[in-house]
């Protein structure tokens, strides 16, 4: 166990920031085997490669009878990934980390929108290393779990940055299980998949198996066939940091013959929802939108001023707008009241405008009510926390113990009045570091 965990602590890096199945460059084609490349070397060639049966129906269909039931695959069909750019293709097979197996003097692939032109049968358009690169097929792995890597490169030497690669096993006697991975957004951020939210195509795992044979990048959603014992499996991280996990991002899983689970991982991102901030409000475009009732609604609000008290706006309406306009832009954060109380203000009007809605979930960790974590709240029910926590203390300067409360309050309302923490309907775009 010692060991398993050493290795996922240096593959999760890998994992978040390159293509740990990449390789380093290698000698043209000899007579004699050649070392294959490494996996340490990070590759830029977009798009995937997969095996797959004669039926070329299956998607990483990871284990096999024997070597002649190996069909190599690519493109689009691969569920969330992206197409090979147009052209021709070297293809070999090495040990995971070893020596060549077998490969191709020549371009023997060929790929046109994206996609191989058809499923190639990988012992019939590589040639075995033993034979001298003469023979059809490729030599038997020395990896003692059966597992092959398969290559395909627009160099002839397999250079850097030319390469996909896949991993296989063949095990003519494997006991197999089918694992599926599936990414869902879960929009009301409950940390379950509910009915109706939908799943986030292209999100990226990593699946190492107990006895670390086994070691996979899968993007989702993914049904792959594997030995049957204990694997772990990682989520990745996207690199847009506006997305946020709502299950754990790592999950243990024992495996019986025939056994067919799924594994769920939900995520949620944030984004704009209709914020005006307190710039707005207090300039000609704002003040040009402001009512007497919106400043009666106001007035009802717990708002205070940097001394702590109360701040009401019962004069006329342009001295109403003039006086916000003031006391909104000399808020600051001495008497944390005060700043929470021009957020809230601000919240207010943008609710009152229709410009945000009351029922939106925000991100608020810490002083939220709602969701995984209790880190979320609706704008409704943010601004009732806000105007209790002002009711309760006016004056929440340093070393006051309300002040981090009042704190997490202001900055969950500044964001929303940014447009930057809401929760939003459908998922964004998200990308992984290649």
């Known amino acids: 166990m010692k060991t398993k965990l050493a290795l996922i602590i240096t593959l999760t890096g890998c994992f978040l920031c390159g293509n740990i199945f990449a390789g380093k460059s290698k000698p043209t084609p ?5 070392p294959a490349p490494t996996p340490a070397q990070v590759t830029a060639l977009s798009g995937a490669i997969f095996t797959t049966d004669s039926n070329c129906s299956g998607v990483d269909l990871n284990i096999y009878a024997s070597k002649s039931d190996v069909y190599l695959n690519g493109g689009p069909s691969h569920p969330g990934a992206a197409g090979l750019p147009d052209g021709s293709y070297y293809v070999q097979v090495s040990v995971p980390g070893g020596a060549v197996l077998g490969q ?52 002839a030497n397999f250079d850097n940055s030319t ?34 939210e939908v799943a986030v195509n292209g999100w990226e795992f990593l699946v ?5 044979l086994f070691l996979k990048r899968f993007t989702t959603p ?3 066939v594997v030995d049957t014992g204990g694997y772990h499996v990682i989520e990745a991280s996207s690199i847009e940091l506006n997305w946020l996990h709502t299950t754990l991002t790592e999950a243990e899983i024992t495996l019986a013959a025939n056994d067919n689970p799924t594994i769920e991982f939900g995520n949620v991102c944030l984004g704009p929802g209709g914020g005006l901030t307190l710039g707005f409000w207090s300039n000609r475009n704002g003040q040009s939108l402001e009512t007497s009732s919106d400043f009666s609604a106001l007035t009802a609000l717990n708002l205070r ?4 008290t109360n701040h009401d706006f019962s004069t006329t309406l342009s001295i ?37 809605q009351g029922g939106a979930l925000v991100y608020a960790a810490g002083c939220g009510n709602t969701g995984v974590g209790n880190d979320y709240i609706t704008i409704t029910d943010l601004m009732a926390a806000a105007d209790a926590a002002l009711a309760t203390d006016g004056y929440a300067i340093s070393g006051d113990p309300n002040r981090p409360m009042q704190e997490c309050l202001k900055t969950a309302l500044d964001m929303a009045n940014n447009n930057l923490n809401f929760v939003q309907a459908t998922p964004c775009p998200v990308t992984f570091s290649q």
């Open 320 to 356: 109403a707008k003039n006086d916000l306009n003031n006391w909104l832009l000399s808020a600051t954060a001495t008497n944390m009241s005060y700043m929470l109380s021009a957020q809230l203000a601000t919240m207010k009007l943008n609710v009152l405008h229709g410009f945000v």
């Open 208 to 212: 190492i198996a107990d006895d670390n």
């Open 305 to 308: 001023n940097a001394d702590g």
């Open 104 to 155: 191709s003097l020549s371009p023997v692939v060929t790929v046109a929108s994206g996609k191989f032109v058809q499923c190639y049968q990988l012992s019939n358009i590589v040639l075995s290393a033993s034979s001298g690169y003469t023979s059809p097929g490729f030599d038997d792995t020395t990896n003692p779990g059966g597992e092959y890597k398969a290559w395909v490169s627009t160099s």
């Open 30 to 34: 000899t007579p004699t085997p050649t």
């Open 222 to 224: 993914i049904c792959s």
């Open 163 to 196: 390469n996909k690669t896949d991993n296989f096993k063949v095990k003519a006697d494997a006991q197999v299980a089918t694992l599926c991975i599936d990414k869902f957004y879960d929009a009301n951020v409950n940390g379950v998949k509910d009915q109706g």
